[in-house]
Nanobody, 115 residues
Framework: QVQLVESGGGLVQPGGSLRLSCAASGSMTSVYAMGWYRQAPGNQRELVASITSGGRIDYVDSVKGRFTISRDDAKNTVYLQMNSLKPEDTAVYYC?????????WGPGTQVTVSS
């Protein structure tokens, strides 16, 4: 079992930046990928970015060139650097840890982009 806690959300103006962090604990040896999902009111949850244990990185098209996912294995932490934020990026952002028999989810952190 992997436990996840996100931090770094908040209110930011359009064009601003935020850095989300996801601290992981527990059995990390079986984790083959980490990801960031988001869910806006009335919308389905969507995968924003992912990074595998082998270093493969993927982004949803709407954030390419603006968001960067990275990880610090020594700290068991995954980051999501979000630049040039838009109002449509407003959502609850969730961190995930993927193992062969399931996915662990963090409680989420709210990101609001508004002037």
């Amino acid at each position: 079992q992997v436990q996840l806690v996100e931090s770094g959300g908040g209110l930011v103006q359009p064009g601003g930046s935020l850095r989300l962090s996801c601290a992981a604990s527990g059995s990390m040896t079986s984790v083959y990928a980490m990801g960031w999902y988001r869910q806006a009111p009335g919308n389905q949850r969507e995968l924003v970015a992912s990074i595998t244990s082998g270093g493969r990185i993927d982004y949803v098209d709407s954030v390419k060139g603006r968001f960067t996912i990275s990880r610090d294995d020594a700290k068991n932490t995954v980051y999501l650097q979000m630049n040039s934020l838009k109002p449509e990026d407003t959502a609850v952002y969730y961190c995930t840890a993927h193992v062969l028999d399931g996915v662990s989810w963090g409680p989420g952190t709210q990101v609001t982009v508004s002037s």
